[in-house]
Each structure stands twice: as structure tokens, then as C-alpha cells.
């Protein structure tokens, strides 16, 4: 924020996280899945100094997206998502 608007801000980390085969295979089951990626981490500090990492889960993309196939991969990327979550 400092950066690009000049403005203070509390410390705010956005991790794009992307695996480029599980996204070719979730476009190629819906086309427009695209648009949701990569699967983003928030990790913040808040005014208490607390620490919070955050993410969309991705499974709730299906909402979007009636697919079996995809449901499979989001699935997966959900774990893969928990996984990195817990290991920080």
C-alpha cells in the first residue's frame, strides 16, 4: 500500500498460490474457472497484533460451476490449500 498509494497500512500479505497442472485441469473441465485463480492466502496482522492467514475455499466455486469433474479438482485444491495453510 505504502508502495503504489502512499499510505500506511498494517502488515497485509496476499500469497497467490497456483499449480499449474491442477489449473490446466480445472479449465479444462470449465473454461471460465480462470477467473477465480489463482487461489489466494491472506496473511495479516490485525490493530491487536494478532495473526490471521485466510483463504476462499475453493470448493465453494462450484457454486459458479455445476461440474463433477471440477468438483474433483477443487477437492483437491482445497486439501492442497489446508495443507499450506497449516504448515505457515
Same mark, same amino acid.
Request: overall charge negative.
Given at each position: 500500500?505504502?508502495? @503504489?498509494?502512499?499510505? !500506511?497500512?498494517?502488515?497485509?500479505? &496476499? ?9 490446466? /485441469?480445472?479449465?479444462?473441465?470449465? !473454461? ?5 485463480? *489463482?487461489? %489466494?492466502? #491472506?496473511?495479516?496482522?490485525?490493530? %491487536?497484533? !494478532? ?6 475455499? *475453493? #470448493? /465453494? ?9 471440477? /468438483?474433483? &479438482? +477443487? /477437492?483437491? #485444491?482445497?486439501? @492442497?490449500?489446508?495443507? &499450506?495453510?497449516? %504448515? +505457515?
Amino acid at each position: 500500500m505504502k508502495e @503504489k498509494l502512499n499510505k !500506511d497500512f498494517r502488515q497485509y500479505i &496476499i500469497i497467490g498460490a497456483c499449480n499449474p497442472s491442477i489449473a490446466y /485441469s480445472a479449465i479444462m473441465a470449465e !473454461d471460465k474457472i480462470g477467473t477465480l485463480m *489463482p487461489c %489466494n492466502i #491472506v496473511v495479516q496482522e490485525h490493530l %491487536n497484533g !494478532d495473526i490471521e492467514v485466510s483463504a476462499v475455499d *475453493p #470448493v /465453494s466455486y462450484l457454486l459458479a460451476f455445476r461440474s463433477e469433474e471440477l /468438483s474433483k &479438482i +477443487l /477437492s483437491d #485444491v482445497r486439501e @492442497k490449500l489446508q495443507d &499450506i495453510i497449516h %504448515n +505457515l
